[in-house]
């Protein structure tokens, strides 16, 4: 019988803890040349077997919160969505350059120490993505795994085992992500983190 989700959790906490590296450091490490909007990895940690993907990066300190190195972005694919109509499509950057086919759903905020902190959802704008209804992201939550995404295994199992574990937070985030945007402009740069919520192990 596996274990189950929070299980999963607190193994891999208590491993890290052990081993004297939590989880920041083991995708930025100390001695790498960390640059503001770079994601880390270069080219996004994505599941092999299920187009799953995160990425890490850090805002200039003024755009930070008070205490915050950075965050994780976490996004489904596009392709589970098939039959849904978005909300809004994710824009060309640049002409020769097309959006990656993912659809946001929630993001975690991580303190100066590499310690997580909480959750946060935002607008469209922020990740440039495929933008979908609350209640379709919430129907397919269950299939986010980046279990088998290149990178640290700690690090991979620990993020689907989060998700998996504050679920219902998570989903509570994305509707209130939705009642945020009630009558608003999915590119209103005044409106970026439209709900949060602590992540308490």
């Known amino acids: 019988m596996s274990e189950s989700p929070e299980a999963t959790l607190f193994a891999l906490t208590e491993q890290m803890a052990s081993q004297g590296t939590p989880l920041v450091p083991r995708v ?5 040349d960390f640059r503001q909007w770079d994601h880390y990895p270069e080219k996004d940690a994505v599941s092999p077997s299920n187009k799953s993907r995160w990425f890490y990066h850090a805002h200039p300190p003024e755009q930070r919160e008070p205490g915050e190195h950075g965050h994780f972005h976490l996004f489904l694919p596009l392709d589970a969505f098939d039959g849904i109509e978005p909300l809004a499509e994710a824009k060309p950057k640049t002409k020769d350059k097309t ?11 991580c303190n100066t120490q590499g310690i997580p902190t909480h959750w946060f959802t935002t607008n469209r704008w922020v990740t440039n993505e495929y933008f979908m209804p609350g209640e379709a992201i919430i129907e397919r939550l269950d299939l986010f795994d980046v279990d088998d995404a290149p990178g640290d295994p ?9 998700v998996a574990t504050f679920r219902d937070q998570i989903a ?3 509707r209130e992500r939705d009642t945020a945007l009630d009558g608003q402009s999915l590119d209103d740069r005044n409106l970026e983190i439209l709900s949060s919520g602590p992540l308490d192990l």
């Open 28 to 32: 930025v490490p100390p001695d790498c």
């Open 99 to 109: 959006p990656a086919k993912v659809v946001h759903f929630v993001a975690l905020s």
């Open 154 to 162: 700690l690090v991979n199992g620990w993020l689907t085992a989060a």
């Open 172 to 174: 509570e985030l994305v």
